[in-house]
């Protein structure tokens, strides 16, 4: 889990790097190098990887969550009051499902429409014209609450895999975790609503 994890970060990293090339407006880069990464030879392989590494991550989460429920199949005798388990992990599976549901959404929207249309897609119009409608941008917006939570307990847990999540180093970690499960959500988020708000049509 941790290994995907970390791929899958990296690609948010990556994705969110080019998506924010959509500020500098319709004859910005974000197009051009959409079509450039889309005639890309290698692209193909590297699409296949990436959906590998979120269905692998999604396989191994659900059989870890089911593991745990096996192992415990009453629950706590007393509900609510651990301390050490916190709500982002408790909550992971399900902030994982919503991951899971908005990609499909997601895809549906920007992926599909560019790869599989048929014709030359503007992506950066395509873009624009969703997220001119106010559901979409609130949705979005919710979504990106949700990845965060779903980030914050990911990165702790990728340390405390590794076993670099000792006493000495945790606080280094925890305030480097803030800047992946704050900032990257964050810089999703800024991106819908600029849009909506700065009227991009
Ligand atoms: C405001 C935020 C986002 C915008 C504007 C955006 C935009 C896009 C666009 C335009 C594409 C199609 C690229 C192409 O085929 O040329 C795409 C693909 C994709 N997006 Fe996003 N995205 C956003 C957030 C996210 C997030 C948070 C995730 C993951 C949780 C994600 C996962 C993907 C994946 C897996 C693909 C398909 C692979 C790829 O083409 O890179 N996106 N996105």
Redesign the pocket.
Known sequence: MALTGFFLVS??IF?LTV?LF?FEGTGGDFSKF?AF??SFPAIRPI?WI??GG?ILHFCLGAYVWLKNRRARPHGYGVKGTSKTIKLSSRLSIYTGLA?LA??AW??LQ??VA??FSGSTVN?YE??ARE?SLLYVVAL?EL??VI?GFHLKHGFQALFQSLGLRTARYRGFIDAVGVVIWLLIPAG??S??LVMYFGGAR
């Open positions: 690609f948010l994705h998506n959509l959409g990464l889309g699409e990436l959906f979120f991951i908005f990609l997601h895809l920007f992926f560019s790869r992506m395509l873009v997220f979005y979504f990106f990845l999703f988020a991106i819908p």
